[in-house]
Every structure is written in C-alpha cells, then in structure tokens.
C-alpha cells in the first residue's frame, strides 16, 4: 500500500508544475457542475481532500477564506501556495487527516479517490472529520468505478447518498451525508 502512495506522490510532484496548464479547463467544467447542485455560504469551513493545486480556490475566487486544501505532494501544494498565498495548504494523506472531528460543513474530494489504495479508509477519515449536518461532494472516474461500487464504498463508511450523476467529462459525481449521527 505504502508503495502505491509513494509512486502517486512521486508522480504528481513531478507533473505539478504543468498540471493547471493541462486540467484547468477540465476540472474547472466539473466544478461548475458540481456546485450547481449545491450552495455554499461564507461562514462555511470547507476541506478539500486532494486539493492538488488549489483549483477549488480558483473556481470559488476567494469567495471564503475558510477552505483547507489538502494533499500528499508537496509540489501540488507549492503551485496552490503560489496563486493564493492567504490561503490554507496543508500537506496530509487522506488515510490520516490532520484535523479534528466534525470540524468541517463540506469536504470535497473531486479526482482523487483513483489514487487511494483503499478508498474505505480515506472515506472513514472523512466522515470523521465531516460535522454531522456536513455533506461531501465526492467524484470517481467512471472508467474505474461503477455506480454500484460507489454505493457500496459510501454505504460502508457510513454515508447516504443525496444525489449520484454522471458528470459531461469522465466522472461520476456523488452527494453524501453521514447516516449515523
Ligand atoms: C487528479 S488530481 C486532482 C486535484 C484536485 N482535486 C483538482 O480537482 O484539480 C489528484 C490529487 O490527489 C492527490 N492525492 C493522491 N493520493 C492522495 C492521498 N492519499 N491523500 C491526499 N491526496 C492525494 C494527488 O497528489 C493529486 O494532487
């Protein structure tokens, strides 16, 4: 397992530099979609698990300051860092999230969960740090997850899902709450 994550690390510190110039576009379409579906108001406190370089901060034009992204590599982070000096990059594995239970209104993990050996405890560690009227917005790509595994992945880790859709590029898009508050 430690050797998948090392290799993903490896792998995105070292495209980091090119990465926005190659998926803005892309996931800026997905952004938009997602958050049609869902508002979000200034006094929220927001977690982006796999935040990479900081795209949700581009989209939401520092709308709120109240957004944690999250990530394993470090030159992700440093190209985030770069665009939006204010706000918060914290370097963290998704397997162990640094913060403290129920801190967060919405966690949003857009592209990511691919990478994650076993999504299972990446979701437990999110739901942990999800307050208990807090929703995550979850994406997968579809070539590698089916609607009925990402069922089955959410229902384990203890969330209902509000609304699944297929996203125009790619991804299947979910919207979850926690069902044992
Ligand atoms: C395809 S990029 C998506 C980045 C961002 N969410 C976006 O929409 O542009 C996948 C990101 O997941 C991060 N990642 C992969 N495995 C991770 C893990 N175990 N914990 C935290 N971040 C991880 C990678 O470093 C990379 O930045």
Not at 19 to 24: A, C, F
Request: hydrophobic share 35%; with cysteine; proline share 2%.
């Amino acid at each position: 397992m430690k050797d998948k994550k090392y290799e993903v690390r490896r792998r995105y510190d070292a495209t980091a530099t090119y990465y926005d110039k190659r998926y803005w576009g892309i996931q800026m379409t997905k952004y938009n979609e997602i958050f049609s579906e869902i508002d979000i108001d200034n006094s929220e406190i927001i977690l982006d698990v796999g935040g990479g370089t900081g795209l949700l901060f581009d989209f939401m034009e520092n709308q709120t300051s109240n957004i944690f992204c999250c990530d394993v590599s470090f030159n992700m982070l440093k190209e985030g860092k770069n665009k939006h000096k204010a706000n918060h990059f914290v370097c963290a594995d998704s397997d162990h999230l640094p913060f403290k239970e129920n801190r967060f209104s919405k966690i949003i993990c857009v592209s990511v969960i691919q990478n994650v050996p076993n999504p299972q405890i990446a979701l437990r560690e999110i739901h942990s740090s999800l307050r208990c009227d807090g929703i995550l917005i979850l994406t997968a790509l579809t070539k590698l997850f089916t609607d009925s595994k990402i069922k089955e992945i959410m229902h384990k880790a203890s969330f209902s899902i509000l609304k699944l859709w297929q996203l125009s590029i790619e991804d299947i898009s979910v919207i979850a709450e926690k069902n044992d508050c």
